[in-house]
T-cell receptor
Framework: SQQGEEDPQALSIQEGENATMNCSYK?????LQWYRQNSGRGLVHLIL?????REKHSGRLRVTLDTSKKSSSLLITASRAADTASYFC????????????FGQGTRLTINP | DGGITQSPKYLFRKEGQNVTLSCEQN?????MYWYRQDPGQGLRLIYY???????QKGDIAEGYSVSREKKESFPLTVTSAQKNPTAFYLC????????????FGSGTRLTVV
């Protein structure tokens, strides 16, 4: 069962530009997480934002959460070629076993 | 260094054969998970374990089995009942369930030949 849906499915930008990816979800959550996956590799945890938080920063990453719209965004500033990867949002439901459900991801390509 | 080790990296299975994927962590995490990823798709949960000697079915458990006899280990068996097993399998762990980020292994790519 898909909980989070990322938009766009694919994004291609020039190095140095900012990249914005969005995630929408359906049910109330405890927290929302973003992960990065390089081709053929495991996922790497980027950031966790709790339902009572609205914005969080980590280096060049900025995540926002709007629980009223059931949506989140991930902004990568000053993109680099090494940022080329797929990015996934994941949510856990407010009630029940708090296991993560992942969206289908946004494939980000940074062109030199 | 702490982390999760999955083995093998590549695995080939013949029709009707059971295969077991290994997942070992030295992070002292209580919770462990198995996900399946198909090309261009997100991750789907197969099984999860909140604590040693306990595990629960995820969204696509049919044709798979697991055990959690040790805190460090959570092997996944892909049985012959799984009709479409070709996929990328990812193991993950977290301190506990709920409110923590997951640490992932590097994955096992299973192909049916």
């Amino acid at each position: 069962s898909q909980q989070g849906e990322e938009d766009p499915q694919a994004l291609s930008i020039q190095e140095g530009e900012n990249a914005t990816m969005n995630c929408s979800y359906k049910t109330s959550i405890n927290n929302l997480q973003w992960y990065r996956q390089n081709s053929g590799r495991g996922l790497v945890h980027l950031i966790l934002i709790r339902s009572n938080e609205r914005e969080k920063h980590s280096g060049r990453l900025r995540v926002t959460l709007d629980t009223s719209k059931k949506s989140s965004s991930l902004l990568i500033t000053a993109s680099r070629a090494a940022d080329t990867a797929s990015y996934f949002c994941a949510t856990d439901k407010f009630q029940g076993a708090q296991k993560l459900v992942f969206g289908q991801g946004t494939r980000l390509t940074i062109n030199p | 260094d702490g982390g999760i080790t999955q083995s093998p990296k590549y695995l080939f299975r013949k029709e009707g054969q059971n295969v077991t994927l290994s997942c070992e962590q030295n992070l002292n995490h209580d919770a462990m998970y198995w996900y399946r990823q198909d090309p261009g798709q997100g991750l789907r949960l197969i099984y999860y374990s909140q604590i040693v000697n306990d595990f629960q079915k995820g969204d696509i458990a049919e044709g798979y089995s697991v055990s959690r006899e040790k805190k460090e280990s959570f092997p996944l068996t892909v049985t012959s009942a799984q009709k479409n097993p070709t996929a990328f399998y990812l193991c993950a762990s977290s301190i506990s369930m709920g409110g923590y980020g997951y640490t992932f292994g590097s994955g096992t790519r299973l192909t049916v030949v």
